[in-house]
């Protein structure tokens, strides 16, 4: 199975920071990335799928870059509802892997 | 709207079988398939699986093979995850999503199942 690291696992951050957050692949999964933010008590929501490529409706604030065996989301100015936690998945071959999750918190 | 609709919580014992529905709505259920992630209290996000709606085709984690059964109901546009020999670690948030093969774009609510005698 293709292993998912995140880093921070816990992220603490100010309204209006910009903020980056890296997921690993064990192995090589081109671009076959997504990325999901979660709220407590909901179910996560697509942000960015294909590595960079922003779902409909997603604020312009959030990018991905990455291929390979790197990818990063970054937040380019924080805003409130952006305190949540986020999960990368790889889309490269079954299982699909999900990250462990980066818990964005406000400092 | 595009939506997809779970069943509601269950409390099982252990050894148990439970069975979570998702109806789908809103896109034409053949067109995607559907992928199913649970998430212990806490815990993470863990997929599970994958069903074609068109085919019925399946490819399910090593982990939960002989144990879980997918299946889709095109008729009502209903997929199903049945899931059994049920332990106190299945307990969890378990959510179907509508599989687009580069993501998944819709998820359904959640149904909590709890496992415990």
């Known amino acids: 199975d293709i292993q998912m690291t995140q880093s921070p696992s816990t992220l603490s951050a100010s309204v209006g920071d910009r903020v980056t957050i890296t997921c690993r692949a064990s192995?090589?999964?081109?671009?076959?990335l997504a990325w999901y933010q979660q709220k407590p008590g909901k179910a996560p929501n697509l942000l960015i799928y294909e590595a960079s490529i922003l779902q409909n409706g997603v604020p312009s604030g959030f990018s991905g870059s990455g291929s390979g065996t790197e990818f990063t989301l970054t937040i380019s100015s924080l805003q409130p509802d952006d305190f949540a936690t986020y999960y990368c998945q790889q889309y490269h071959s079954y299982p699909y892997t999900f990250g462990q999750g980066t818990k964005l918190e406000i400092k | 709207q595009i939506q997809l609709v779970q069943s509601g919580a269950e409390v099982k014992k252990p050894g148990a079988s439970v069975k979570v529905s998702c109806k789908a709505s809103?896109?034409?259920?053949?067109?995607?398939?559907l992928s199913w992630v649970r998430q212990a209290p806490g815990q993470g996000l863990e997929w599970m699986g994958w069903?074609?709606?068109?085919?019925?085709?399946?490819n399910y984690a090593q982990k939960f093979q002989g144990r879980v059964t997918m299946t889709t109901d095109t008729s009502t546009s209903t997929a199903y995850m049945d899931l059994r020999s049920l332990r106190s670690d299945d307990t969890a948030v378990y959510y179907c999503a509508r599989d687009r093969v580069d993501a998944l774009d819709i998820w359904g609510q959640g149904t909590l199942v709890t496992v415990s005698s």
């Open positions: 069903i074609s709606a068109y085919n019925g085709n399946t």
């Open positions: 192995q090589s999964i081109s671009r076959w």
């Open positions: 809103g896109y034409t259920f053949t067109s995607y398939g």
